[in-house]
């Protein structure tokens, strides 16, 4: 559809900025998201190759001396986002980065299979050969930092010790853990729920949580060692080691290709082996059919599904029974033909609420993942869905940050909730269709 490639190629246009990097919308997003960038630079690198390799290498800027990269870089001075860089203070950290201020937690790590996709899609292989061979040592660290700093069992699954580090920031998987904190009410005025109707954002009492946390690590100027600790939440996420595995397999492509990197590639493959072998063991549930979350601060597994549960997908984990299974699961609570695939979390689950943000709705990013991971396996009919669906929901609904996945609602209602020209879901609907 031209009409459609044209409309997201003007909302990623219009959200890049003169600095090199791209705001996820205008309005609630005003920074440089880690996560949001390696999805957008995806969709730039079909027709703007320049702006990609911008978006990347401003992100990788700000990489911290011990290979962290930040959720948030606060390019620019403005009061309209809360918490901003004053709340954070990642300053505290001995090595964070002193020219870029930033949020002292991260976000998952899809750069190395953004590297591998730009490589994909580029039509000049030498130029972007370059580019990789300039900058694939920074995204080697950053993984090199997960697995020396946040794996405190040496299990080859790595931490967070945040939601927002999640990416699925207010899924019902972290309510029990707020029940186990007893945070202070925090004084605070938030922006977002003024360019957002609040009942599809994240609660004051969940903002009360999300903030405590973060004062924990400034108290202790963020160190992972305390934070391993001391954090109240600390999880073993699907969704993030499965980015982080996929990733993996990435880098070795790559270094394959760029040659003269045999002791990278083993070291790669070393932490390949034990983090899909653990991945499997600890991750899985079989009597839900699906992966789950690990509470590692409470020691025990976080048994929901959630769109995060068919991550493993996209980054080889299952055995091909065992994927079979995980796409039952899928389809028997989530591909209901009254629904759009794929709710973000469990529609069978009393925690499930269609419009707000990651506890029910669709997100276009979950969808890219799932697509490529039903697709590996073999699976094409499912994979074809999640895209159809995809697709469909943008031209109902428009480039909106995410969407009811009741079909019934876009009879009287507009479905599409959050941000709107929000540039992930524009960016990968133009992987999606080239
Ligand atoms: C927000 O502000 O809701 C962001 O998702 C945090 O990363």
């Known amino acids: 559809d031209k009409d459609l490639i044209k409309k997201a190629k003007a909302v990623l246009d219009g959200n890049f900025q003169e600095k090199g990097y791209s705001i996820p919308c205008k309005g609630l997003y005003p920074f440089q998201w880690k996560w949001d960038s390696g999805f957008i630079a995806i969709g730039f690198a079909h027709y703007d190759m320049g702006k990609a390799k911008l978006e990347i290498e401003t992100l990788l800027n700000a990489q911290w001396g011990n290979g962290f990269i930040p959720h948030i870089i606060f390019h620019v001075d403005t009061d309209t986002y809360f918490p901003g860089k004053d709340f954070h203070q990642s300053e505290l950290h001995p090595l964070s980065n002193k020219k870029y201020p930033s949020t002292g937690m991260t976000q998952p790590p899809v750069l190395g299979f ?32 997960f697995y020396e700093n946040r794996d405190p069992q040496n299990e080859g699954l790595v931490y967070i010790y945040h939601n927002w580090e999640s990416g699925t920031d207010n899924s019902p998987l972290w309510d029990d853990i707020w029940e186990t904190m007893d945070s202070p009410e925090y004084t605070f005025t938030r922006r977002d729920t003024d360019l957002v109707d609040p009942s599809q954002r ?112 996209f980054a080889g984990i299952p055995s091909k029974e ?108 133009l992987d999606l269709i080239n």
């Open 114 to 145: 953004t590297l591998e996709k730009m490589y994909s899609i580029a039509k000049n292989k030498t130029d972007i050969l370059n580019f990789i061979e300039k900058n694939i040592d920074k995204v080697y660290n950053n993984h090199k930092y």
């Open 202 to 313: 994240p609660s004051k009492r969940e903002y009360d949580h999300y903030l405590h946390i973060i004062e924990i690590a400034k108290q202790h100027n963020y160190s992972d060692e305390k934070i391993a600790e001391l954090s109240p939440f600390l999880v073993q996420d699907p969704l993030f080691n499965s980015m982080l595995i996929k990733s993996n397999y990435s880098l070795i492509s790559l270094y394959r290709i760029l040659g003269n990197n045999e002791d990278k590639i083993e070291q790669l493959k070393q932490w390949q082996k034990k983090s899909i072998a653990s991945f499997n063991k600890k991750l899985f549930d079989e009597e839900l059919g699906a992966y789950i979350h690990y509470d590692l601060r409470n020691e025990k597994p976080i048994r929901f599904v959630s769109s995060s549960s068919f991550s493993p997908l």
């Open 322 to 429: 065992r994927a079979q299974i995980v796409v039952n699961t899928m389809l028997a609570k989530f591909g209901d033909d009254n629904m759009y695939l794929c709710a973000s979390f469990d529609p069978t689950n009393e925690r499930f609420n269609p419009k707000k943000y990651w506890r029910g709705p669709v997100w276009i990013n979950l969808n890219w993942i799932l697509y490529f991971g039903l697709k590996d396996y073999g699976f094409n009919e499912v994979a074809q869905r999640v895209k159809e669906d995809s697709i469909e929901l943008i031209e109902k609904a428009g480039f909106y940050e995410y969407f009811d996945a009741r079909k019934a609602i876009y009879n009287s209602e507009k479905g599409g909730y959050g941000g709107n020209n929000f540039s992930w879901s524009a960016a990968l609907l």
